[in-house]
């Protein structure tokens, strides 16, 4: 069965740095692009940064720019997502998402993982 | 940023009944569109890419259409799995996301 299992998450002190991890199963990891989407409690999605195959092509969104750092090890077959001066406004559950490309060139999300939840309060 | 506006925000209808959620971009994405499905306490799920190719697995009464600016997810007789929180989203830049639209049992 392809899945992606993410853990990390936790109760965190605003400041703080946290790491979350993602791994895959069912699916050669190294093809793929990765995204950390995440959804703050009661709100919609978010998407937060993309990592390419071998890790030389990574975006953030504006809101973590500086702050949270994605990288992914191919050997291991992992994700991370290294947050760090964390606020308020990061609390959320945070999903990985496998990126899938149509014949089109469109990029949308096709596997999901179940999310893990950061709460950062004092 | 191209930003993404569903409406209506919720949507009450029966089962049985067909439901029409609409996504309006701010500017052209071609046909470049995905529709997900949300219920509480899960993961999104894939149903629709390139507006109106349904992913793997999903049943035929989901069924997208659209170009340009806008574009309709259609659920053509509901059941009862099917209430559950909608989002479109795109990538032209970088990845955005519908507000989503809620869809509750009248």
């Known amino acids: 069965e392809v899945q992606l299992v993410e853990s990390g998450g936790g109760l965190v002190q605003p400041g703080r740095s946290l790491r979350l991890s993602c791994a895959p199963s069912?699916?050669?990891?190294?093809?793929?692009?990765l995204n950390w989407v995440r959804q703050a409690p009661g709100k919609g999605l978010e998407w937060v940064s993309s990592?390419?195959?071998?890790?030389?092509?990574?975006y953030y969104a504006d809101s973590v720019q500086g702050r949270f750092t994605i990288s992914r090890d191919n050997a291991k077959n992992s994700l991370y997502l290294q947050m760090d001066s964390l606020r308020a406004e990061d609390t959320a559950v945070y999903y990985c998402?496998?990126?899938?490309?149509?014949?089109?060139?469109?990029?949308?999300?096709?596997?999901w993982g179940k999310g893990t939840t950061v709460t950062v309060s004092s | 940023e191209i930003v993404l506006t569903q409406s209506p925000v919720t949507l009450s209808l029966s089962p049985g009944q067909r439901a029409t959620l609409s996504c309006r971009a701010s500017?052209?994405?071609?046909?470049?569109l995905a529709w997900y499905q949300q219920k509480p306490g899960q993961a999104p799920r894939l149903l629709i890419y390139?507006?109106?190719l349904r992913a793997t697995g999903i049943p035929a009464r989901f069924s997208g259409s659209g170009s340009g600016t806008d574009f309709t997810l259609t659920i053509s007789s509901l059941e009862p799995e099917d209430f559950a929180v909608y989002y479109c989203?795109?990538?032209?830049?970088?990845?955005?996301f519908g507000q989503g639209t809620k869809l509750e049992i009248k």
């Open positions: 069912g699916f050669t990891f190294f093809g793929y692009e």
């Open positions: 500017q052209s994405i071609s046909r470049y």
């Open positions: 390139d507006a109106s």
């Open positions: 990592i390419n195959t071998i890790g030389d092509a990574i």
């Open positions: 998402a496998r990126v899938a490309v149509s014949g089109y060139y469109f990029y949308f999300m096709d596997v």
């Open positions: 989203q795109q990538r032209s830049n970088w990845y955005t």
